[in-house]
């Protein structure tokens, strides 16, 4: 079934529905495939219509009553036909109306009508039956001819781009509808699939990545050879380092982490080596370093990408030979650590740039970890919210909540820039601000996540100007944002947009949106 209320926050449709009561002063409306219409309430005296036949007939009763049992024909009609659409005369005989399809194969959901237009000029003995059907039926005869006259009379070539427009609204209609239920369908997939591990220790994800990670991380559980974890920050590399650890043979013996970016040079040659009793100002006494602190466990070296070059020196030694010199010492101390070293920038970068010794790299890089992205693995986002929500609620001691459908369809279309450490805050805001409520609805979500992708979306389409520049316009803006979003699949956009393949194809040749051009012309093809 079609979510119709849903219908109203896609931006495409309202632009569209904007336009064709700008230009055609046309009511549009969605008629579901039992005939009611969805987006209109008899008892809303507020709404202001666009077409002057419903802003005359609507807000009366007899009206509403003519008007909505034709509509309930014209979806009959439509169902009944195998075009995808009808023009047929109005309720009154004398106006036109477009009635365009909504299906998905064989599927029938409904259908767009769009309210009212005149193909041409009406003859006076129709003129005058209409207005005597109208004033049969209790209602303002005079009204109803003052408002047929406002109507423009459309010539050959608008009408045909009224139309396309017309069916453009229904084809939105369908799309929207389709990846909602492949959204859901994949949603359902995750939650009800079984026999596939999703945990590794805190780690969580069922995603292809992550799948292939705990592979990794069980081939390397017997090994103490030096591990290099790569990712962005937020993505959890932490938790790597503690799964790697605590699935060893070191697991029973300490773990020690130490973020290389929180100190300077001295401060953290002293915390890593230790130093000896009046080796500097302050050295009241003899201190262990964390190297002696995790020997025969494992040492996590956070942000090592942020140690200077000195230290990287020593930090080769004790890698090399095992063996370590405190701050002021003279005697050398045997340690046996593995190290586990971690980063979010690029080291063959900062190799070429200077700022990172080869030898180092090669040292630490025995076994390469790349985490993934949140947004490159949004197959676990529900995974994971179901988790921090059940989390955060056991915390904070308050009843167990669920995301509202919006919210959770804005939370998987954000890109996550934050990553994990990103939603698990959003997910403790949204249980605090959500206070008794049950469900927790998308108006609570940050602003950054609610608007994402507004700005992207078809803005500002004119409603002045030539009707075939603005659907140009319009048309293109669309085939580039489609090509975008389904990673230049052309098959899959044409099947979503409606059109053949070839029909495409020729669209993105005329447009100029083929995506080695926009690369060549320095825009952004991805």
Request: charged share 30%; hydrophobic share 40%.
């Amino acid at each position: 079934m079609i979510n119709w209320e849903e219908l109203k926050h896609i931006h495409v449709i309202r632009k569209l529905e904007e336009i064709l009561a700008q230009w055609f002063s046309t009511e549009i409306f969605f008629v579901d495939e039992r005939g009611q219409v969805r987006n209109f309430d008899p008892l809303d005296r507020q709404r202001e219509f666009k077409n002057p036949i419903s802003a005359t007939l609507l807000p009366k009763e007899k009206g509403r009553e003519l008007i909505l049992n034709f509509m309930k024909e014209a979806n009959e009609k439509i169902f009944g036909s195998d075009q995808a659409h009808l023009v047929i005369p109005g309720p009154s005989g004398a106006e036109q109306v477009v009635v365009s399809r909504i299906a998905i194969g064989n599927d029938f959901f409904g259908s767009v009508i769009a309210y009212s237009i005149i193909e041409k000029d009406i003859p006076a003995d129709a003129r005058a039956k209409a207005i005597a059907k109208i004033e049969a039926l209790g209602l303002d005869g005079e009204a109803f001819a003052a408002a047929l006259g406002k109507l423009k009379v459309l010539s050959g070539g608008e009408r045909k781009y009224f139309y396309e427009l017309v069916d453009l609204v229904a084809q939105e209609i369908v799309t929207f509808h389709t990846e909602i239920s492949k959204r859901e369908e994949r949603i359902t997939a995750l939650n009800t699939e079984l026999g596939h591990r999703y945990r590794y220790d805190q780690m969580i994800g069922k995603s292809k990545p992550m799948q292939e990670l705990y592979g990794m991380l069980d081939k390397i559980k017997n090994s103490d050879s030096t591990v290099l974890v790569q990712g962005e920050n937020g993505t959890g590399k932490e938790l790597i380092a503690r799964a790697i650890h605590y699935n060893s043979a070191r697991k029973d013996l300490p773990f020690v982490t130490v973020n290389c970016s929180a100190f300077n040079e001295n401060l953290l040659d002293s915390e890593l080596f230790g130093h000896v009793k009046g080796a500097f100002t302050g050295a009241i006494k003899d201190k262990k370093g964390l190297f002696e602190a995790a020997n025969k466990g494992t040492l996590f070296l956070d942000e090592i990408g942020d140690m200077t070059l000195t230290m990287q020196v020593k930090l080769l030694r004790v890698l090399q030979e095992g063996t370590l010199l405190p701050v002021g010492g003279t005697g050398q101390i045997k340690v046996d650590v593995r190290v586990v070293a971690a980063t979010n920038k690029d080291l063959k970068e900062m190799i070429e740039q200077g700022q990172f010794r080869e030898d180092l790299y090669y040292r630490i890089n025995v076994i390469n970890l790349v985490v993934p992205s949140l947004r490159n693995r949004k197959e676990d986002i529900p995974i994971l919210v179901d988790h921090f929500v059940a989390e955060g609620c056991k915390e904070k001691k308050v009843k167990p909540k669920i995301l509202a459908k919006r919210a959770m369809e804005k939370i998987l279309d954000y890109p996550w820039p934050g990553n994990i450490r990103e939603l698990q805050n959003e997910i403790e805001r949204l249980i605090v601000l959500s206070g008794d409520e049950d469900k927790v609805a998308a108006e609570l979500l940050s602003p950054r996540i609610r608007e994402f992708g507004e700005a992207t979306k078809v803005q500002g389409v004119r409603v002045a100007g030539k009707l075939k520049d603005a659907l140009e316009e319009l048309e293109k803006t669309m085939i580039r944002e489609g090509l975008k979003r389904t990673n230049w699949n052309k098959s899959r956009l044409a099947k979503e947009l409606g059109i053949s393949r070839a029909g495409l194809i020729m669209k993105v040749e005329k447009y100029g949106l083929d995506k080695r051009k926009l690369a060549r012309s320095g825009e952004e093809a991805a």
